[in-house]
């Protein structure tokens, strides 16, 4: 691992203390520190993390990567649409094709596993130089800030590796069971480390996230992150604390996390649920990336791969639709349900293909409809169940909008999810999904009920939170802690695109869910032992 985090560490020259390079360090209007100041003082350390908040949304920095792996941009998509919900509808430009079919995150050769092993090593590596570099300084309301939010980026990285190159502990051995390297200390001898069992991940991760959540005590979002959601603070903190427990079947803390983070946020109205999903000033976002003018993704932005009126090749010709056996599942008295348009014309196809039309009039007519509507240009497909739920400010270009990473609705889910799974607390679970379940009624329709769909409890939680975080980057993750499979029978996906990734059995027993670790770090670091590889 000595030469691979020696790469890490070139690109940050231990964060130089921001970035990958003087020159993108220079990039940042707020930035007048000179690299050999960056970690000098709390001030400067939080010039630091801007660099860091940057590169959650930004085109890597890291060399050897195509500028168009851009952080959370890439990595949220990257982790629906090969999950079984978010479905292509084409092609499209190619983009990944070879993920949705399974032959990308399982190559160990492929840049995708190993631009999210580098993306979210080089952010740890990053904080650890700034919470290294603290000791010693004297306690401060800055310097509990900056360690705060330094803690929270370790532990949501840490977190992040091991739910993806590793067993969930679920239902695996989390004792003996390989995790990921955990990386602490950012200064030479830079020596390769050896995976840390998975329970040892977590614990860490667990420690990381409880500093964070006492060093950002004076820091709630109501109060001190209202106008830049790109830095961590409180509710956040409880937040990452929330994903962590959920994932680790800590269902009384993950609980009592999302409670907190939840404190002080409203759910969406119907108008503002249908806005688009692309600015911070929605009242649900809590962490996001808050785009820049002059620091744009444009076609690596997360808009650039999801966003239905984006003027990139990517969902021009290749509109995202849902899982029809999902969209069946939505009551019409759910105005969720308006975020895809079941009877869109399918373009693809043509009107003689296409059951809901039987004359080109009424086809284009509909097909105008969408595009004037929904503010697309002309050279724009349709197809049935498409999304409307990621809208561009600017319809029709590619000018990127804000990148959501956390928002209040899914406090909720996690709340509503962990109380069902503790036994003897129902009541309370359903108290606290019936909330979010109201706040999605349209206007005059009867009071959600938790049983409407004939599931059990659980069953139903698991569904609202498939409705609601639809595309947001969370599909993945749920089916691995789940344990459950994928069968594409009947969604609306073709076998013949989605091949490998059509049907596949539960993560429990089958190695083709997991990450394979990058070519490069099994080539750099001797102790490094890879996972069992993938049998398609």
């Not at 930035?31 to 085109?59: C, F, K």
């Not at 060399?63 to 990595?75: L, M, N, Q, T, V």
């Not at 209040?408 to 996690?414: F, G, V």
């Not at 969604?491 to 059509?502: D, M, T, V």
Request: glycine share 6%; with cysteine.
């Amino acid at each position: 691992m000595k030469k691979y985090i020696n790469r890490i560490l070139l690109a940050v020259l231990v964060f130089g203390s921001v970035s990958c390079s003087d020159s993108y360090l220079e990039t940042y209007p707020s930035d007048s520190v000179s690299p050999s100041n960056a970690l000098s003082t709390p001030e400067n350390m939080l010039v630091a993390l801007n660099g860091i908040h940057r590169e959650m949304y930004s085109q890597s920095p890291l060399d050897g990567y195509d500028p168009g792996y851009a952080g959370e941009s890439y990595i949220m998509p990257l982790l629906e649409l090969n999950a079984g919900d978010m479905l292509f509808s084409a092609d499209g430009n190619g983009w990944f094709l070879n993920h949705v079919k399974w032959l990308r995150h399982t190559n160990t050769n492929s840049s995708d596993p190993e631009f999210v092993w580098m993306q979210y090593y080089h952010i740890i590596g990053s904080v650890n130089a700034i919470i290294n570099a603290a000791e010693g300084m004297t306690e401060s309301s800055t310097l509990n800030n900056v360690l705060g939010q330094a803690y929270a980026y370790r532990a949501f990285c840490h977190h992040r590796l091991v739910s993806l190159y590793a067993k969930n502990p679920t239902y695996g051995n989390p004792s003996s069971d390989l995790g990921v390297p955990i990386m602490l200390k950012t200064e030479a001898p830079y020596e390769g480390q050896e995976r840390a069992s998975v329970e040892a991940v977590y614990a860490q991760c667990e420690a990381d996230i409880t500093k964070a959540i006492t060093y950002l005590a004076d820091f709630e979002s109501v109060s001190s992150n209202s106008d830049n959601k790109s830095n961590i603070d409180l509710n956040i903190a409880n937040g990452i604390a929330a994903r962590i427990a959920l994932t680790k079947g800590d269902w009384a803390n993950a609980a009592a996390y999302a409670k907190a983070a939840r404190k002080g946020y409203r759910l969406m109205t119907e108008s503002e649920f249908k806005g688009g999903f692309n600015s911070c000033t929605n009242p649900e976002y809590m962490w996001a990336a808050q785009i820049i003018d002059d620091q744009t993704n444009w076609y690596m932005s997360w808009f650039y791969y999801i966003g239905t009126n984006n003027n990139g090749s990517q969902n021009r010709g290749n509109p995202k639709k849902i899982n029809i056996k999902l969209y069946d599942q939505i009551n019409a008295n759910d105005f969720r349900q308006d975020m895809w348009l079941e009877k869109a014309p399918n373009v693809h196809a043509g009107v003689a293909n296409d059951p809901n039309y039987d004359n080109e009039d009424d086809f284009w007519a509909a097909w105008e409809n969408i595009i004037e509507t929904y503010d697309m240009t002309k050279s724009f497909y349709t197809h049935p169940y498409m999304s409307v739920k990621f809208l561009n400010a600017d319809g029709g270009t590619i000018n990127p909008d804000d990148v959501l990473f956390m928002r209040a609705a899914e406090m909720y889910l996690i709340e509503a999810e962990a109380l069902a799974r503790q036994g003897g607390k129902d009541a309370e679970a359903i108290t606290v999904i019936s909330e979010l379940g109201n706040a999605r009624l349209r206007d005059g329709a009867p009071a959600y009920d938790v049983t409407a769909r004939g599931l059990s409890l659980l069953e139903e939680i698991k569904v609202m939170r498939r409705i609601e975080l639809w595309g947001e980057g969370h599909r993945w993750l749920d089916l691995l802690r789940y344990d459950e499979g994928i069968d594409l029978t009947g969604s609306g996906a073709e076998a013949s695109r989605y091949q490998k990734g059509f049907k596949q059995d539960k993560p429990s027993t089958s190695p083709n869910w997991l990450y394979q670790i990058p070519a490069d770090e099994m080539n750099a670091n001797p102790k490094m032992i890879q996972n069992p590889i993938a049998q398609l």
